[in-house]
């Protein structure tokens, strides 16, 4: 029996179609986990911003964004324990926003500490969001 010696296009065609074989495997990939987009534009963002700044990758970059994820990493554990027991409220943000905005008014217009603050800005969203279950 004869072996047939591959020609070049015939190895051209089947790393074409080996290569849309994977590619396509990715694309489905992709399709079935839309969120990979996301993830893969972060890192390339990372990767990107790592090399065009020498401030990135540094200590107090990570720690003021941490310090500015906080709160809505607190927000968000909130709103998850809201969400799994069924009760849906909408008005977080904005009882959030006055709370704060509270504290932040006790503390320059009365000059009080910021403990006192922070503990009438608690009652003052405790009683607001009390009201909007009501």
Do not use: W, Y
């Amino acid at each position: 029996m004869l072996e047939q010696t591959p020609t070049a296009e015939s190895i051209k065609s089947d790393a074409a179609t080996t290569l849309k074989a994977k590619g396509s495997a990715i694309a489905d990939f992709l399709a079935r986990n839309p969120v990979m987009f996301s993830l893969i534009g972060l890192v390339a963002l990372c990767i990107f911003l790592s090399f065009s700044s020498t401030e990135f990758l540094t200590e107090n970059n990570f720690r003021n964004i941490f310090r500015q994820v906080s709160i809505n990493a607190i927000i968000a554990v909130g709103m998850t324990i809201v969400i799994l027991t069924a009760g849906v409220d909408l008005s977080v943000g904005s009882v959030m926003a006055l709370s704060m905005t509270i504290a932040a008014g006790v503390m320059v217009k009365l000059n009080l500490p910021p403990s006192v603050a922070i503990v009438l800005a608690l009652l003052a969203g405790g009683l607001f969001a009390h009201s909007t279950v009501l």
